[in-house]
C-alpha cells in the first residue's frame, strides 16, 4: 500500500496562475483533509471531506476551492495565487470516526512570487 | 476560538539528556493525539490519549493527558538523535467529522 500519495512535490507558481493539488489515498478512508504549513504556526485545516461528493470548510478556506469526484481523490485548488499562499500543502485521510489518527502524504511544497 | 498552545516553541539539548514538551488547551478535549514531523518529513502519528490523568509509554516517550483534560504532556528520557524533530499535540476540533486542532509545535534539535 502506498498510503497517502501527493502531487506534486514542488511547485513555483507566479502571482495570479492557477494549480491544482492532487491527493490519493489506497486505504478506503472516508475522511481526507487538506492542511498547510506555515513557520511558527502549526497545520491548519483548509478543508475536508467526509465521503465522496461532499466537502466542508476549515480553518482557512479562502482562496482554496476542493473537489472529491472519487473516495480515493481529494484535490485542492487555487484559481488565482497571491504570495500569502506560499506554504507546505499536506493531504491527510482517516478512517469515518472520531478518535481515529490522521494518515498524512509527504506534502507538496507551493511558492509563490 | 479555539487555541491549542504549545511550550516551548524550540528546544536545543545534548544527547542523553532528556526532554519535555507541554500542551495547553483553551478548552476541555475529549482525546488528545501526538504527532512527529522529521525534518522536511510529514507529521506520523505517536499515540491517543484519552481518559483523565492517563499516561502512556512507548519506550523513552511517556506521554500524559490531565486530569481536567485541557493539558498534556510529551517526556522523552535520554535523548537520541533519531528523536529531533517537531512534536505536535492535536485535539478534535468540535465539528464532529474527525477534525484535528493542531498545536504550534515544540522544535526539538539534539546535539551529538
Known amino acids: 500500500n502506498a498510503g497517502v500519495t501527493q502531487t506534486p512535490k514542488f511547485r513555483v507558481l507566479k502571482t495570479g496562475q492557477s494549480m491544482t493539488l492532487l491527493c490519493a489515498q489506497d486505504?478506503?478512508?472516508?475522511?481526507m483533509y487538506w492542511y498547510r504549513q506555515d513557520p511558527g504556526m502549526g497545520l491548519r485545516l483548509i478543508h475536508y471531506?467526509?465521503?465522496?461528493?461532499?466537502?466542508a470548510k476549515g480553518e482557512v478556506p479562502d482562496g482554496y476551492n476542493v473537489s472529491r469526484l472519487k473516495k480515493q481523490n481529494f484535490l485542492l485548488g487555487l484559481e488565482s495565487a497571491a504570495p500569502s499562499q506560499t506554504s507546505v500543502y499536506f493531504c491527510?485521510?482517516?478512517?469515518?470516526?472520531?478518535?481515529?489518527?490522521?494518515?498524512f502524504g509527504p506534502g507538496t511544497r507551493l511558492t509563490v512570487t | 476560538g479555539q487555541q491549542v498552545m504549545q511550550i516551548p516553541q524550540y528546544q536545543h539539548v545534548q544527547e542523553g539528556e532528556d526532554f519535555t514538551t507541554y500542551c495547553n488547551s483553551s478548552?476541555?478535549?475529549?482525546?488528545i493525539q501526538w504527532y512527529k514531523q522529521r525534518p522536511g518529513g510529514h507529521p506520523v502519528f505517536l499515540i491517543q490519549?484519552?481518559?483523565?490523568?492517563e499516561v502512556k509509554k512507548q519506550k523513552r516517550l511517556t506521554f500524559q493527558f490531565g486530569e481536567a483534560k485541557k493539558n498534556s504532556s510529551l517526556h522523552i528520557t535520554a535523548t537520541q538523535t533519531t528523536d529531533v524533530g517537531t512534536y505536535f499535540c492535536?485535539?478534535?476540533?468540535?465539528?464532529?467529522?474527525?477534525?484535528?486542532?493542531f498545536g504550534t509545535g515544540t522544535r526539538l534539535t539534539v546535539i551529538p
Open positions: 490519549l484519552v481518559k483523565s490523568g
Open positions: 492535536a485535539g478534535p476540533d468540535g465539528t464532529g467529522a474527525n477534525n484535528l486542532f
Open positions: 471531506s467526509v465521503g465522496e461528493g461532499t466537502t
Open positions: 478548552t476541555t478535549l475529549s482525546n
Open positions: 486505504m478506503n478512508h472516508e475522511y
Open positions: 491527510a485521510s482517516s478512517y469515518e470516526r472520531e478518535r481515529y489518527e490522521q494518515y
